[in-house]
């Protein structure tokens, strides 16, 4: 996570884009930490970065595993409010509502 860090905190500002922080929020979720994925998804709602579905798929993944079910159905309705569910969110999501 170090190394991922490292490099975003390196990268010139014109390529700080949403690819390159959703690379970052996806480095966050494999390690767990959640602190610096919401903390990054912030700046990225900032950015105007959150109108595609994977950030928050990346945070839907961070919350299931982690058990804080309580923050998914907020991160839902951000998410259909921003952008457009794809066939892989859209299955996640029935399925975390078919399980609650």
Known sequence: MNSAEKFFKDLPNKLKVQTTCTAL???YVQHKDTAKAESLM???FECGFM???LP???MLTL???QGQLEKVPGLIQEL???TSLDSHI???VDSFCITE
């Open 25 to 27: 929020l996806h480095t």
């Open 42 to 44: 912030e700046k990225m």
């Open 51 to 53: 109108k595609y579905p």
């Open 63 to 65: 919350y299931i595993s």
């Open 90 to 92: 859209q299955s996640g």
């Open 56 to 58: 928050y798929n990346h």
């Open 80 to 82: 259909k409010k921003n």
